[in-house]
């Protein structure tokens, strides 16, 4: 898809642009029949890890002809199964992976429309490649941010222009999302209707258990705060907002509210409940089961009382009978619309309802001090595992021991879980080599498993949760000689993420507008990423966390508040770039979003900048200095110093020496003049080991 001309790339655009190459082509990928292995030729191979869904489909359309599924009794024309839970959580457990089940595809996004002679899987440019590799050919492949593919609606009316409906579960869809649904279907004469009972869970019958694991409390001197005052403080801004209790449906705002957190959704610390609060107590709606182990019912009885308080518990099912009968207490009760699903909206009387957005989610999106000072700690640590483990994998390499994407998927993940305070992963590790590091958010499995050589580059994307923070690192390393090609991109990235790091601007400049310092290097030549370059990170919680986004075409918040950056935020800063069939770069670090004090315009503006605090070496040999600015070369060399004094000391405490000679390395001194690497005497690493030795 690209080539090396005169030593800037060439960009065929084919799938990934918005301009085809023929006519032809462009109605295949328009209409989702633009497929792999998918024509009518005989003995055509198919990719390894497609899942055959033939009967999966034929059980679900005969459940779509039988009446006794939805409440007035009508047949079903089409049904749509998205990816999320009915907590809206991205990552779901097994148990509620009912996209991957009907469809193959286990990526993280996704919505698929099933009638009677169609199944359209509509997923993001992260998952395209992948998406195509799993869904079997009974699927059609709509490319979402590819501007003449058809949304859900418009194909919709293409297929059927008189009409029909359209069932879903509500528990599954936002408050939100479904009036936007049924907004945009009823513009093409279709309906959307609620089904009593979900129709993949009905033949779903091998379906996985659901985790049950203990909650626990988090301790004050990881949230800075207690519960309590968080409690208070809430129920200030809602009695703001007129309006006498409210209904927290998302998990990583409960464990936060509460400073409880728990094992029930896989990489995220999260505890499965509802919550209800009001201007005297607080309801959890929680498996009671899970409180008893580390006594955490008994801890928060008894830290209410302390405050005055008061808080009850009961069962997870009892939600809905809960908040109908609690309701004839209040006039108006403050209602998410992002989070809470329409399931949960519909067990308010509707002029009770006040569709607001949780404060909850500003609260938790700034870090008190405490907070950040244990994400930066957890940081360093955190660098100290990825360095140690490089120097493994780098001695692997050298002795000749093969190895494959799952045995580096197993060894990082083991690294990580050994660190103090680690609770283990923060989302699935990605370890894509070659190809497969051209599809963003490519996950190995046994089918698609491949070796790691030396003509290819290795995308790692990783990250730890820890009791003081949560991690979430990429690197892009190389272990042979790298192709003049592999270089501009990866150096390419480099630059569009050090502009963006050291990037100073107005508090009041929109997140949309930031985003484009990371890609205007690859934009110069005509490249770019299908993905955002930023999401928000969490304090031992979800390592995507609202509302912090950075893409230069995302719409514009119905939320303005969401749309700007505040000191203590975190986020991520993640430039790439994916040549398909070849190769794949990513290089992420987390960053800190800091006031500049001593910054103020004439007119008072306040000033805004960044603090990197993933501290791991890039990979030299796949830089071409003579791309950088010297003030670029410049930040490389300080954010290698702070790499030599911070996580060279935390090395050394752990007595990692070979992940600290290989960091040391790996973090040599550019020369400002951009031609080549100062070669460092190993009698000054010596010195320098010994140095930080007695810090």
């Known amino acids: 898809m690209g080539g090396v001309v005169n030593g800037v790339f060439v960009v065929l655009l084919v799938i990934n642009s918005c301009s085809p190459t023929t006519t032809e082509l462009r109605e295949q990928i328009r209409s989702g029949e633009f497929r792999r292995a998918c024509s009518t030729s005989v003995n055509i191979v198919q990719p390894p890890n497609r899942v055959n869904t033939t009967q999966k489909l034929a059980d679900l359309r005969n459940l779509m002809l039988n009446t006794s599924f939805t409440r007035d009794q009508r047949l079903l024309d089409a049904y749509i199964v998205p990816s999320q839970d009915e907590h809206q959580n991205e990552f779901v457990e097994d148990y509620d992976k009912r996209l991957q089940f009907i469809s193959g595809f286990s990526g993280s996004y996704g919505y698929a429309v099933i009638t009677a002679k169609s199944a359209i899987l509509w997923t993001d440019g992260r998952y395209h490649l992948q998406a195509d ?7 059609k492949l709509m490319r979402q941010h590819i501007y003449y593919v058809p949304n859900i609606s418009q194909w919709l009316r293409e297929s059927r222009p008189q009409g029909g409906v359209i069932g ?22 279709w309906e959307l209707i609620e089904i009593q009972t979900d129709l993949i869970d009905v033949i779903w019958t091998n379906r996985p258990a659901r985790r049950n694991k203990n909650a626990f409390i988090l301790d004050e001197k990881y949230t800075g705060r207690k519960w309590t005052r968080k409690i208070h403080n809430l129920r200030k801004t809602v009695q703001k907002l007129q309006a006498d209790a409210i209904v927290v449906t998302s998990l990583d705002e409960i464990g936060w509210l509460l400073n409880i957190r728990g094992r029930d959704i896989p990489s995220s610390p999260l505890v499965r409940s509802y919550l209800l609060l009001d201007m005297e107590r607080v309801w959890l709606y929680v498996n009671q089961s899970q409180l008893e182990a580390n006594h955490v019912a008994e801890s928060l009885t008894n830290s209410a009382k302390e405050a005055n308080q008061l808080i009850e518990f009961f069962d997870y099912e009892q939600i809905c ?5 609690r309701a004839q207490l209040y006039s108006r009760i403050l209602l998410p619309p992002e989070s809470t699903s329409r399931r949960i909206a519909q067990c308010v009387p509707p002029r009770k309802r006040l569709f607001v957005q949780s404060p909850i989610i500003l609260f938790k999106a700034r870090k008190n001090p405490i907070e950040i000072k244990g994400m930066h700690h957890a940081h360093v640590r955190d660098a100290a595992s990825m360095c140690e483990f490089f120097a493994y994998l780098d001695k692997m390499f050298k002795e000749g021991l093969p190895f494959t994407e799952l045995d580096i998927v197993k060894v990082v993940d083991e690294f990580r879980f050994e660190q103090l305070n680690s609770l283990g992963n923060s989302f699935p590790t990605i370890a894509a080599y070659g190809a497969n590091g051209a599809m963003p958010h490519y996950v190995p499995m046994g089918s698609t498993n491949v070796m790691v050589g030396n003509d290819s580059t290795l995308v790692l994307d990783s990250g730890g949760q820890y009791f003081d923070g949560t991690t979430d690192i990429t690197r892009t390393v190389h272990f042979g000689t790298p192709t003049k090609e592999q270089k501009e991109a990866y150096t390419r990235v480099l630059i569009g993420q050090i502009q963006l790091s050291m990037l100073t601007f107005p ?7 930031i985003d484009v310092m990371a890609r205007a290097p690859l934009w110069e030549v005509g490249l770019d990423y299908d993905h955002g370059t930023s999401h928000g990170v969490g304090s031992f919680l979800n390592v995507h966390e609202a509302p912090i986004s950075l893409h230069f075409n995302n719409p514009s918040s119905t939320f303005p508040e969401n749309d700007i950056l505040k000191p203590g935020y975190f986020l991520s800063n993640e430039p790439g770039y994916y040549q398909e069939n070849d190769f794949g770069i990513r290089l992420e670090n987390v960053m800190e979003v800091i006031d500049k004090k001593w910054l103020r315009s004439i007119h008072g503006t306040s000033y805004l900048g960044f603090k990197t605090v993933t501290l791991v070496p890039y990979e030299p040999k796949l830089i071409d200095l003579s791309l950088l600015s010297r003030h670029q070369i410049q930040w490389l060399n300080q954010y290698n110093d702070r790499i030599r004094i911070h996580v060279g000391a935390e090395l050394k405490k752990q007595n990692f020496t070979k992940g600290f000679f290989w960091m040391m390395e790996q973090t040599k001194h550019f020369p400002e003049n951009g031609n080549k690497y100062h070669k460092i005497h190993p009698i000054v690493v010596i010195l320098a080991a010994i140095l930080i030795s007695w810090m």
């Open 507 to 513: 508090a009041y400049l929109k997140t949309s507008a």
């Open 168 to 189: 879903a579960d509500p528990k599954l869809f936002s408050q939100s999302k479904w009036e936007e649904f049924s907004v945009s279907l009823r513009d093409v004469k």
């Open 133 to 139: 590799n799993e869904t079997d050919c009974n699927w």
């Open 321 to 325: 009978t809960g908040l109908a009968s």
